[in-house]
Each structure stands twice: as structure tokens, then as C-alpha cells.
């Protein structure tokens, strides 16, 4: 199966060594295999509360990543599969590292078992393809549950990232990076947001920082195109639904950006 260039850029976004990433409602899972292919964490969650999706990616996961035993998934307990070997050990292991392990949880994301993980893993959890104001009640949901464990997030909404953005900086998240895509004409901002900023991290801006500052001559239009989009959209709403500082704030960073890069347009 192809795999798009928004869970392309996600996976390139995921630097270092985790604990554990939870892929939670990616494209059924094919975000996660590549994270299992390359050893990106020690444990790889897939979340999603569909049973008959899930069902399948587990025999998809069973065929391509058989060695891969989850210490987690109750359809790997011995007293229910006799072809586990009962003497093995399913515990999670701190220094397990010749195999990344896989686990499947059909359940909302909103109730993620952190708990059965130690408060010292290092822990990513990737929600993309939902919309905006559903990943906000998603994030507020497991920041209220596990409001002392450090954690990371990369986040990719179909719409609403204004409110997204807002929502994000009101929770006290910091910004770790983030990008602008298009794939297929539509436009995704990603975000890589934790729950400690980095020591040089930043604010997250309604509009966005990080992702206009590495535009070249290239990607210029690409980012004109976007925000010219977005003014037209809040621009298009019924009078009695327009907000007038959504419009102001995106305007102004359209101004900032043709002010910064107008060595670009002279050329």
C-alpha cells in the first residue's frame, strides 16, 4: 500500500529512540509499521476503538512482524494461544532491545493504558486524520489523566488549526517543530508539541513560527497559497460567524512573510 506524503513527513519527524509511540486512527496502522520497520521505539502501539479495523491489522501485523511478540495484547497470553511458549516472559522488559515489540488496542484514545507503562518511558503519541476540535478533547483527555508523566505529541488535524493551536498553547504544551504539507490539494499543518518544552523551544503561535522560517524560493508560493487560502475561508463564513482577529492574525503573518522574503518576488 502507497504511503502519503503527510505519514511520510510524520515519520521523518521522529528523531531519537522512544519507549513507547502509540499510533492512534493513522491510516490503518501503515504509520506504525514503518516506525516498527526501523526500530524507532521499543514498544509500538496501534489505537483505534473500530474492532474489524483493528482485527485486520493485527493479522496484517502477525504476517509482516511475527517475531515481534507483544507483552500487552491479551491475544498473545499463553493460557489463550497454546503456541506461546508459557515460560516466556510477555512482562514489559526495561532492557529489552533486540526487537521492537507491537501491540494492538482497540479502545478510544481519549483512554490510552499509559498506567501499564513505567512513568520514566520516554512516550510519543501520534494523532492524525481527525478533526481539530476531536484531537483537542483527545489531548485535554490524556494530559487530565496523566497530568505528571512527561509526554509528546505529534498531531496532524484535517481542519480548525487556529483552535487547535490555541488549544494546544492553553495547555501549556511547548513547540518542538512543525510543518506545512500539501498532498493531493489540500493543506496539513503537523505538529510536534510536549508536555516540557525543549530548552529551545518555543510558544506555539496561533498561526504558526517554525514553518515559515525555512521557506526557500521553492516552498514560498506553497506557504502564500495556504494563508491566502485560510483568509479566504474565515473571509467566506455568514457575517454573524466571521472572527475578525482569526482574519487580522492570518493576515498579518501573510504581510510578515512577503515583508521577510521579498528578495524572493524582486528575483
Known amino acids: ?13 521522529i528523531s531519537g529512540h522512544y519507549d ?6 493513522c ?10 520497520e526501523r526500530s524507532a521505539a521499543r514498544h509500538v502501539h496501534f489505537v483505534d476503538c473500530v474492532p474489524s479495523l483493528m482485527q485486520a491489522l493485527e493479522l496484517r501485523l502477525q504476517r509482516f512482524f511475527p517475531a515481534d511478540i507483544s507483552g500487552l495484547n491479551p491475544n498473545l497470553d499463553p493460557d489463550l494461544n497454546p503456541e506461546i511458549d508459557p515460560h516466556l516472559n510477555l512482562d514489559i522488559d526495561p532492557n529489552l532491545s533486540c526487537h521492537t515489540q507491537w501491540q494492538v488496542h482497540c479502545l478510544d484514545v481519549a483512554a490510552l493504558p499509559l498506567v501499564q507503562t513505567s512513568d520514566k518511558d520516554k512516550q ?9 476540535e476531536l484531537l483537542v478533547d483527545l489531548v485535554k483527555a490524556i494530559l487530565a489523566q496523566h497530568p505528571q508523566r512527561h509526554l509528546e505529541f505529534i498531531l496532524c488535524p484535517v ?5 487547535v493551536r490555541q488549544s494546544l498553547s492553553a495547555l501549556g504544551l511547548g513547540l518542538k517543530s512543525e510543518h ?27 498561526t504558526g513560527s517554525l514553518m515559515w522560517q525555512t521557506l526557500d524560493e521553492a516552498s514560498l508560493p506553497r506557504a502564500q497559497r495556504y494563508l491566502s487560502q485560510v483568509i479566504g475561508h474565515y473571509q467566506r463564513m455568514p457575517t454573524h460567524k466571521q472572527t475578525p482577529e482569526i482574519i487580522d492574525a492570518y493576515q498579518q503573518q501573510l ?13
Open 1 to 13: 500500500m502507497k504511503i502519503s506524503q503527510r505519514l511520510q513527513q510524520i515519520n521523518s519527524m
Open 20 to 25: 513507547h509511540i502509540w499510533d492512534c486512527c
Open 27 to 36: 491510516d490503518h496502522g501503515l504509520l506504525g509499521m514503518l516506525l516498527l
Open 124 to 132: 510519543l503519541i501520534i494523532i492524525a486524520g481527525v478533526g481539530g
Open 159 to 163: 481542519h480548525h488549526n487556529y483552535y
Open 180 to 206: 506545512l504539507l500539501e498532498e493531493n490539494q489540500r493543506f496539513y499543518e503537523i505538529l510536534h508539541v510536549s508536555t516540557t518544552a525543549a530548552p529551545n523551544g518555543l510558544p506555539i503561535s496561533a
Open 255 to 267: 504581510a510578515q512573510l512577503l515583508s521577510e522574503h521579498s528578495e524572493f518576488e524582486c528575483s
